[in-house]
Nanobody
């Protein structure tokens, strides 16, 4: 069974930074694009960022562009999300997700076949 395990969430003040990590196992990590998706209380899932299988192409939602950076280490089977200049509206449960093979890599229409359990990010003063 594919496993995606997120870590690194927590509470931070506005303007602060957090780094999320996702450890993947039980599949050939380097064969798959990866994404981060978040869900705020009372709202639907929001695509945040994606990275292609080789790590050479990255994609960001408009709300995080310029503040968040996605990266991956295929030797360690990890994907990370560096989040800077955090805002209260970034508060959400952040999920690492694997796009379904053949779906588009990035954007709200991406389909996912596996999700992690999520890690909570709270931005508050």
């Amino acid at each position: 069974e594919v496993q995606l395990v997120e870590s690194g969430g927590g509470m931070v003040q506005p303007g602060g930074s957090l780094r999320l990590s996702c450890a993947a196992s039980v599949f050939t990590f380097s064969d798959h694009d990866m994404s981060w998706v978040r869900q705020a209380p009372g709202k639907g899932p929001e695509w945040v960022s994606s990275i292609n299988k080789g790590g050479g192409s990255t994609y960001y939602g408009d709300s995080v562009k310029g503040r968040f950076t996605i990266s991956r280490d295929n030797a360690k089977n990890t994907v990370s999300l560096q989040m800077n200049s955090l805002k209260p509206e970034d508060t959400a449960l952040y999920y690492c997700a694997r796009p379904r093979p053949g779906t588009i890599v990035a954007g709200p229409d991406t389909e996912y076949d596996y999700w992690g359990q999520g890690t909570q990010v709270t931005v508050s003063s």
